[in-house]
């Protein structure tokens, strides 16, 4: 037990106040919590402060807020905390109106179970158990670990001046809520309608969560299997990139690239939910014009790689082995994109039709004179090189030229990625252009899946085992064949 | 396409022309105009590009040019860039559109062909 008289420093009393602490049981009920937090000056102790986490349970931070008074230091249930003491982490006032606890068990505290994790304003809280479980263990003092206090004093009399989030849910369970429609005004209808409402778009939002998991899962194998084999690569070549290993524009890029997927595929859930519910054109338009957006950031980010490291990009190791099968020139072609997604895309108007085959057209011209533009490159580039130490053999001073000629062509190189990519982005933008919003989401929604479906294929070939090869494929493209049926047939 | 250098009987009397006012002149002189660097691969792209339209531009090698210097550092200017000049640039009907990347965006976005029809380089 402790007393704190109010206006009393808490310094002082910390000083005078060195108990250890009792823990709580899970079960009890706890009305009111105070929680302290100390940190410790000890570098070790600030370490572990630095790592663990803090969680905060929104409710309880809701209703805190709304608590102003002191705090009452009659609580039934109290922890007592001791530690050294050396820098309170609390306001310099009378009495501490708002602590921090952070404090993660963990296996260094001798006993000590599961962490407790709570962030409270106040000590006059009514709110419902929020923190659970308090470390049990005496903390000597050597260990530096964060102690719990809390402090439960009833509030009885500041119940109506706080509504933590669920009761008034609660409350709202209590009312008049029958639903054989006798007792129904139509405040409570449109609230039932409300739930009903809400219920409906967490269980899409659950769904929606859900697919990403799979998919990053799907991604998270591939990207193991991928550094498995990367590794094994570049033993095996103990070439000269192997030795110096990837460029650090190169492992930016790659990082990059997984996190815009990741995001990538929220987008990819926005449009399916969006689609799905039938959402106003307006509301629609926007998740498509965030999509949009979104490519633009990749390209974005392969311009600078390309400036970084610009043969990392065009050896695509930064996506996976299928993708890479179909790549030209550091990423899609754009026409080979329109004419895998054009058959899924009805229907169309007449004049939609006509843009994109004249779309089609100018890419696949586009990228005629942009190949053809790297394949003198390359001619000009084996040129310098192979006159540079084979026609002069000794002479280092004309090696040493055509060497510095072959570097400036190379920066070209760069340039030919960069144009790629603006004409993929400049395709992007004019499908947007010359569809409408419905249509707009359901292209760029196909090419996400599409892409996701060559990702997948490509972990699937890679973590084949050779001699089961043929059942398992079976099943595992039956499973393919039926996630393409069911992603189709919602189209 | 058509090779071309600026005539020789024309050269003293130019000598003092400005190479922005030699640059807007020869721009007009031809449906569509393309300046460019022999060597330059890009330059070669575009030139690829307009033939597999069926377009036959007018290329001014900048670099078999006597005043090419200058009328690069013009043409930099007039692209807005700083620093080098980013050959290829091109002149359609007289106007300028730009740069590789403007030239490959109009292309994309549908623009280049009515522009090239208007100069009357292209027949349907």
Not at chain 1, 461 to 490: C, G, K, M, Y
Request: charged share 25%; net charge negative; glycine share 6%.
């Amino acid at each position: 037990m402790f007393t704190m008289m109010q206006g009393e420093d808490v310094e002082s009393w910390m000083a005078n106040h060195r108990v250890g602490v009792t823990g709580f049981p899970d079960s009890a009920p706890l009305n009111q919590l105070l929680v302290y937090g100390i940190q410790d000056s000890n570098p070790s102790a600030t370490d572990i402060f630095d790592q663990q986490e803090v969680a905060c349970f929104d409710e309880l931070e809701e209703s805190l807020l709304q608590e102003v008074s002191g705090l009452r230091s009659d609580g039934d249930r109290q922890s007592f905390f001791s530690s050294k003491p050396s820098r309170l982490d609390i306001l310099p006032s009378p009495w501490p109106m708002r602590f921090e606890k952070i404090q993660r068990g963990n296996s260094q505290s001798a006993g000590s179970t599961d962490s407790c994790l709570a962030k409270t304003i106040g000590p006059k809280l009514e709110s419902e158990p929020l923190v659970s479980r308090y470390t049990s263990s005496e903390q000597s003092t050597d260990q530096q670990q964060h102690k719990v206090m809390a402090n439960n004093a009833s509030m009885a009399g500041e119940a109506t001046n706080h509504q933590p989030r669920h009761q008034s849910k609660r409350s709202i369970a209590d009312s008049d809520t029958r639903k054989d429609g006798k007792l129904l005004d139509a405040k409570t209808f449109r609230r039932l309608a409300q739930n009903r409402e809400a219920a409906k778009k967490s269980r899409l939002r659950k769904k929606a969560y859900v697919q990403q998991l799979e998919s990053s899962r799907v991604r998270l194998q591939q990207l193991e299997l991928d550094l498995q084999r990367a590794r094994s690569q570049g033993i095996s070549f103990g070439g000269c990139d192997a030795v110096k290993g990837i460029s650090s524009g190169a492992s930016t890029f790659d990082m990059e690239h997984a996190r815009w997927l990741d995001e990538n595929n929220k987008h990819l859930s926005d449009l399916r939910a969006g689609l799905q519910a039938h959402l106003l054109e307006r509301n629609l338009g926007l998740i498509v014009d965030r999509c949009i957006l979104h490519y633009d950031k990749l390209f974005g980010l392969k311009a600078v790689a390309a400036k970084a490291d610009v043969f990392h990009l065009l050896t695509g190791m930064w996506s996976s082995p299928v993708e890479r099968r179909f790549m030209w020139i550091g990423g899609f072609r754009p026409s080979e994109l329109l004419q895998i997604i054009m058959p899924h895309m009805d229907p169309l108007r007449e004049h939609q039709l006509m843009a994109i085959c004249n779309l089609q057209q100018s890419s696949q011209q586009a990228e005629e004179a942009l190949s053809q533009g790297l394949e003198q490159l390359h001619q000009s580039l084996a040129e310098m090189v192979a006159t540079g130490f084979i026609g002069e053999g000794s002479n280092v001073g004309n090696y040493m030229g055509n060497m510095a000629m072959a570097l400036d062509k190379l920066e070209n190189v760069e340039s030919f990625v960069l144009q790629a990519d603006r004409m993929r982005q400049e395709t992007l933008h004019q499908m947007r252009r010359i569809l409408t919003i419905r249509q707009a989401a359901r292209f760029f929604l196909t090419i996400g899946e599409y892409y996701s479906c060559l990702r997948a294929l490509s972990s699937l070939w890679a973590s084949r085992p050779q001699e089961s090869f043929i059942n398992n494929t079976v099943s595992e493209l039956q499973d393919i064949h039926q996630l393409q049926q069911h992603q189709l047939s919602s189209f | 396409m058509q090779y071309e250098s600026a005539p020789e009987y024309w050269y003293v009397r130019q000598s003092r022309a400005d190479p922005l006012e030699r640059v807007e002149r020869l721009a007009s002189e031809s449906a569509v105009v393309v300046f460019s660097l022999s060597t330059c691969c890009m330059c070669h792209a575009v030139k690829r590009l307009f033939c597999g339209m069926g377009v036959h531009p007018t290329v001014y090698e900048l670099d078999e040019d006597p005043r090419g210097r200058d009328m690069e550092r013009a043409l930099a200017r007039l692209v807005g860039a700083a620093g080098p000049p980013p050959l290829p640039v091109v002149f359609i009907g007289g106007k300028l559109v730009g740069a590789m990347d403007m030239v490959m965006a109009s292309h994309i976005n549908g623009t280049l062909v009515p522009l090239l029809k208007e100069a009357g380089a292209l027949w349907l």
